[in-house]
T-cell receptor, first 117, second 117 residues
Framework: AQSVAQPEDQVKVAEGNPLTVKCTYS??????LFWYVQYPNRGLQFLLKYITGDNLVKGSYGFEAEFNKSQTSFHLKKPSALVSDSALYFCAVRGYLSNFGNEKLTFGTGTRLTIIP | GAVVSQHPSRVICKSGTSVKIECRSL??????MFWYRQFPKQSLMLMAT?????????EQGVEKDKFLINHASLTLSTLTVTSAHPEDSSFYIC?????????????FGPGTRLTVT
């Protein structure tokens, strides 16, 4: 069974400082990894994904994530945090396609990121 | 591109009544859509996978007779909560797979807040 762990329920960072939101995963075969952001009472917005290729993936709003196969991690990062980055962040992994086009995403429990002005 | 809408955004209903939530892919055809439920301060729980023209696949523990899913066209899936009770109050989010023919991503709707009184 596939799983995702986000070990920190909450992360607080001062504005302008670098931020990291941690994610580790477990899946059979090669992982497809995703980061989503959720603002209050809103659906999820796609930030970035790792499918294959470079371990450092760049996404929306200046975010990036680093895929580390040996550590089974996919941490989300940003060099300089903005107050508007404050939101709930979900890491997700996609498992093996048992049926074409019929896949499942498994989400972590989410990390609430608060950027302090 | 890849915009998913939901209607209504909020609904309040009385216990015992039924509520229908619509999920539409606005600028693409979605053969597969997903329905999630999110409890406060918790992650997303996959309820069911909706495939156009066929019966939905429900996750273990989800009552298929209570949560009726119909995916009658390539741009519309509906979730009907039948005989709603207060414990059904939650945030319901749909998503759709896009684009076809490539590595799939899920694009999420903005969610529907259901309150059963």
């Amino acid at each position: 069974a596939q799983s995702v762990a986000q070990p920190e329920d909450q992360v607080k960072v001062a504005e302008g400082n670098p931020l990291t939101v941690k994610c580790t995963y477990s899946v059979s075969g090669n992982p497809y990894l995703f980061w989503y952001v959720q603002y209050p009472n809103r659906g999820l917005q796609f930030l970035l994904k790792y499918i294959t290729g470079d371990n450092l993936v760049k996404g929306s709003y200046g975010f990036e994530a680093e895929f580390n196969k040996s550590q089974t991690s996919f941490h989300l990062k940003k060099p300089s945090a903005l107050v508007s980055d404050s939101a709930l962040y979900f890491c997700a992994v996609r498992g093996y396609l048992s049926n074409f086009g019929n896949e499942k995403l498994t989400f972590g429990t989410g990390t609430r990121l608060t950027i302090i002005p | 591109g890849a915009v998913v809408s939901q209607h209504p955004s909020r609904v309040i209903c009385k216990s015992g009544t039924s509520v229908k939530i619509e999920c539409r892919s606005l600028d693409f055809q979605a053969t597969t859509m997903f329905w999630y439920r999110q409890f406060p301060k918790q992650s997303l729980m996959l309820m069911a996978t909706s495939n156009e023209g066929s019966k939905a696949t429900y996750e273990q523990g989800v009552e298929k007779d209570k949560f009726l899913i119909n995916h009658a066209s390539l741009t519309l899936s509906t979730l009907t909560v039948t005989s709603a009770h207060p414990e059904d109050s939650s945030f319901y989010i749909c998503s759709a797979l896009y684009p076809p023919g490539q590595v799939y991503e899920q694009y999420f709707g903005p969610g529907t807040r259901l309150t059963v009184t």
